[in-house]
């Protein structure tokens, strides 16, 4: 999966690249020039970084101690109410504090633990004898023992004093005498560094922190372009970020270290205040920093216990707190802080740590988080995101795309598993897997060189089919669908025959190779009334035009649709194609099939039933539309009304016919209140669009037992409708029924 991650990133690295360098696409430009110019210029960047490390790393360590101490100025200033220069002082003075308060323990434990190391000697020479008797001669303990008395010898030190055996010799040491200047001048350029180096971050802090207003307007004027927006966005989307990354590190690293020291205090392990101190400061580095300095306790632990349970014990205390830090609690504080991805943080770890040293490691994460955000706003360093960034840089659809193109239909099928138990089937058809087919259309022609390409992507796609949304085809329909030129044509009708199945419209698939010249005349058309023609391409007027006489002359009475799902192919028109109809999307072709199929049930019901039930429907005002006004005033409610199944006007209304045909289909009343949508109902367009806050509907029922429609109650304003209600409108119904319907 690693590796289909990098391989992802790849491809949408070179879309990025293409994007940026359009010149790429000119015939006149070579691809060699741009990439040279490329590599030169990260090389020009990484020398500069190199080279000037002297003035960078204090630059950005105040940068990110500048977004860390923002929440704190900005707080001393709401809340307390002290001036910007003042608070920016006080924040600083605090931040050194700790810093100094860290430095003062830390240098404690040390002078403590140095004293202390020349007595454990014995305690690890004799682990080392065992250990060598049990496993035998071995030059690795005797290098071991070399070690430990060399350093035995030198934290110890000479002691001239001593008394010699009788023989020894007399040990002579050539020294030459240092005066006091020189020890002032050693000791001065040993720490003048580091205090030059601190000296100017505080610098540099005190007047980014008291000019962040001026330095942020500038930024904005340098890199906005005039998008105003979209930089203040980035500004605060990276200030948020890297502000609240360093701090739940912080939080994070300090209580690590509390339980770290405290757990190595109950162990007995020397300085366990001071591996605590440590462990704050070397877990900034990412993966490895708290086991650089766990090292230490850990040997320590081998030196001090006779035995081994101190060892032991420190290292099950280490991997208990660092495996629930790092895969339970971290994942939860940070959830989407940072936005990098693992892989990119050790990338980035290793090459800042290659240019600026240890002080590297630790800014390495905060300097990918900016870089990142800065790429998810602004266009022109969209690249960071795609190459650093955690998200997905392929949608599923593009995902699902690449393995059918491979032929890896096993992970094809995985990833629409995961996206339709997520989901639904049929929001995986519609959502992903007919824009991979529009992908596919878009890359792969309908040459003949690139047939083995558009194979390998149908045998994908249909194994994807029949695992996620498996459908059993009729052998004989009325609907037919034909896949217009190529095989991703004929994949687009299989789309559309799931689509007319969900509404119980059976139908049936061919290949393009139906309709070619020398296999159309052979076409069964026997029992076949529609026939639609998908095309995912954009010249379609050719090969539309030639179906459609042809199919014409071989059943005049067959309707010819076409479902052109390219939008470039939008100024062909039924009459350009000589067809029946032209349908754009898929659910336009679902909604003109199945109304021409539910007006022709209803045209057929309404002329077996002419002249007899519910003549006018009561529009009118004739007895009927009498009878029904009286029953709304009845009810004292505005609108009565009846919907006949078989009325046409009512079926123009798919939305208030759907009402009817739930009434129908249930043979039970319904009732819907605009509040407390009914399971039935859902979200109704009629209803909504109206403001109907009541529906209230009851079955019409002849007398031979066919239902042909309803009679419904409309209001307005809200209202109750009890049982007794519902009881007295199904009276009213049954009594038109007897009146008008032909009796019951």
């Known amino acids: 999966m690693q590796l289909e991650r990098i391989e992802e990133r790849g491809v949408a690295a070179l879309g990025v690249f293409h994007l940026l360098n359009p010149q790429l696409d000119e015939a006149t430009t070579s691809p060699k020039i741009s990439v040279f110019q490329g590599v030169a210029t990260f090389a020009l960047i990484a020398s500069l970084l190199y080279l000037g490390a002297g003035i960078l790393v204090p630059l950005v360590l105040a940068i990110l101690l500048?977004?860390?101490?923002?929440?704190?100025?900005?707080?001393?200033?709401?809340?307390?109410?002290?001036?910007?220069?003042?608070?920016?002082?006080v924040a600083v003075v605090l931040a050194l504090a700790a810093l100094g308060f860290f430095a003062y323990i830390a240098g404690t434990q040390i002078v403590n633990l140095t004293q202390e190391l020349p007595g454990y000697r014995q305690t690890v020479l004799t682990k080392v004898a065992s250990l060598q008797a049990q496993f035998g001669e071995n030059t690795l303990f005797d290098q071991i023992n070399s070690v430990i008395s060399s350093v035995a010898e030198q934290t110890s030190g000479n002691d001239a004093d001593a008394p010699r055996r009788p023989g020894e010799p007399i040990p002579v040491t050539i020294s030459n005498q240092i005066g006091p200047i020189g020890i002032i001048g050693s000791v001065l350029g040993s720490i003048i560094g580091p205090v030059a180096t601190v000296a100017i971050v505080v610098v540099f802090l005190i007047f980014l922190l008291l000019g962040?207003?001026?330095?942020?307007?500038?930024?904005?004027?340098?890199?906005?372009?005039?998008?105003?927006?979209?930089?203040?966005?980035?500004?605060?989307?990276?200030?948020?970020?890297?502000?609240?990354?360093?701090?739940?590190?912080?939080?994070?690293?300090?209580?690590?270290?509390?339980?770290?020291?405290?757990?190595?205090?109950?162990?007995?392990?020397?300085?366990?205040?001071?591996?605590?101190?440590?462990?704050?400061?070397?877990?900034?580095?990412?993966?490895?920093?708290?086991?650089?300095?766990?090292v230490v306790p850990f040997l320590l632990a081998f030196a001090v216990d006779p035995g081994w349970n101190m060892l032991l014990l420190s290292v099950g205390l280490f991997l208990l707190l660092d495996l629930t830090t790092a895969n339970v609690i971290e994942p939860r504080l940070y959830g989407s802080s940072t936005g990098v991805s693992a892989i990119a943080i050790l990338l980035s770890a290793m090459f800042w740590a290659t240019l600026w040293g240890p002080v590297g490691l630790i800014l390495a994460t905060p300097?990918?988080?900016?870089?990142?955000?800065i790429g998810r706003h602004l266009p022109q360093f969209q690249f960071f995101e795609t190459l650093l960034g955690s998200e997905p840089v392929l949608t599923y659809s593009e995902r699902l795309y690449q393995r059918m193109l491979k032929g890896d239909a096993e992970d094809a099928i995985d990833i629409a598993a995961d996206y339709v138990e997520d989901h639904s089937t049929g929001r995986f058809l519609n959502e992903v897997m007919m824009p991979a087919l529009s992908l596919a259309n878009s890359e792969l022609s309908d040459r003949p060189e690139a047939l083995p390409?558009?194979?390998?992507?149908?045998?994908?796609?249909?194994?994807?089919?029949?695992?996620?949304?498996?459908i059993q085809w009729p052998e004989q329909s009325k609907l037919l669908l034909i896949g217009g030129r190529t095989e991703i044509d004929e994949c687009a009708a299989t789309l559309v025959a799931h689509r007319l199945a969900e509404e119980e419209l059976p139908c049936r698939v061919l290949p393009p190779l139906a309709i070619r010249q020398e296999a159309i005349g052979r076409l069964d058309l026997d029992g076949v009334e529609i026939i639609v023609l998908v095309f995912m391409g954009t010249d379609i007027r050719a090969q539309a035009r030639y179906v459609a006489r042809r199919l014409g002359r071989m059943s005049p009475d067959v309707r010819i649709l076409v479902c052109a799902l390219n939008e470039a192919s939008g100024g062909e028109t039924q009459e350009t194609l000589h067809v029946d109809a032209i349908f754009r999307t898929v659910e336009d072709v679902v909604e003109g099939v199945l109304l021409r199929d539910m007006r022709e049930q209803q045209v057929d019901r309404a002329r077996a039933h002419k002249g007899k039930p519910f003549v006018g429907a009561g529009r009118g005002d004739d007895e009927l539309g009498l009878a029904i006004q009286q029953i709304a005033d009845d009810f004292d409610i505005p609108v009565a009304a009846i919907n006949l199944l078989a009325d046409e006007r009512h079926l123009e209304d798919v939305d208030a016919y759907n009402l009817t045909s739930i009434v129908a289909e249930t043979r039970q009343p319904l009732v819907v209140f605009s509040d407390a949508p009914h399971p039935l109902v859902g979200d109704n367009a009629y209803l909504q669009t109206n403001g109907i806050d009541l529906y209230a509907g009851v079955p019409l029922i002849l007398s031979d037992g066919e239902c042909v429609g309803a009679l419904a109650l409309l209001d307005h304003d809200p209202r109750t409708f009890a049982a007794e209600d519902v009881a007295r409108l199904v009276a009213a119904a049954d009594d038109l029924v007897l009146r008008f319907g032909g009796g019951r």
């Open 66 to 89: 500048a977004f860390a101490l923002t929440p704190l100025v900005t707080s001393l200033n709401r809340r307390v109410h002290l001036p910007d220069p003042l608070a920016v002082i």
């Open 212 to 294: 962040r207003g001026d330095l942020q307007e500038r930024f904005i004027r340098l890199v906005s372009g005039g998008r105003y927006s979209k930089t203040n966005i980035a500004i605060a989307d990276a200030s948020h970020r890297v502000g609240r990354y360093l701090l739940i590190q912080l939080g994070v690293n300090v209580t690590y270290a509390v339980l770290f020291g405290f757990g190595l205090w109950l162990i007995g392990v020397p300085s366990a205040v001071l591996w605590g101190l440590l462990i704050i400061l070397f877990r900034y580095i990412p993966f490895v920093g708290a086991l650089i300095i766990a």
């Open 367 to 373: 300097m990918t988080v900016c870089l990142v955000v």
């Open 453 to 470: 390409q558009r194979r390998q992507l149908v045998r994908s796609f249909e194994a994807v089919i029949n695992e996620v949304a498996p």
